[in-house]
């Protein structure tokens, strides 16, 4: 069982940045594509970035293209999202999840694991 915990979200003014983290507590991390999700209230989940298990294939959903950056450091079990030129729009609590054998998808059913969610609002 892998455990996710993220850590980083919280206010922000439309244009600004935030950090987001999450920290695995498996030894296999590595072998894990990450993948990042967020929700708002009243929608749906939605896919925002994942990156392969060795950070050479990132993907991204068309709204954050451009804005976030997801990488990986494997020796801290980590997985970052960096969250630029903020909009309103993207204010929703943001998940980690975790999925095996090594590819990212944008699909959130083939994830194993997910963590337990940071909010992240953005004023404008």
């Known amino acids: 069982q892998v455990q996710l915990v993220e850590s980083g979200g919280g206010l922000a003014q439309a244009g600004g940045s935030l950090r987001l983290s999450c920290a695995a507590s498996?030894?296999?991390?590595?072998?894990?594509?990450m993948g990042w999700f967020r929700q708002a209230p009243g929608k749906e989940r939605e896919f925002v970035v994942a990156?392969?298990?060795?950070?050479?294939?990132?993907y991204y959903a068309d709204s954050v293209k451009g804005r976030f950056t997801i990488s990986r450091d494997n020796a801290k079990n980590t997985v970052y999202l960096q969250m630029d030129s903020l909009k309103p729009e993207d204010t929703a609590v943001y998940y980690c999840?975790?999925?095996?054998?090594?590819?990212?998808?944008?699909?959130?059913?083939?994830?194993?694991?997910w963590g337990q969610g940071t909010q992240v609002t953005v004023s404008s």
């Open positions: 999840a975790a999925k095996k054998y090594y590819s990212g998808s944008y699909n959130g059913d083939e994830y194993d694991y």
């Open positions: 498996d030894r296999t991390f590595s072998t894990y594509a």
């Open positions: 990156i392969n298990w060795r950070g050479g294939r990132t």
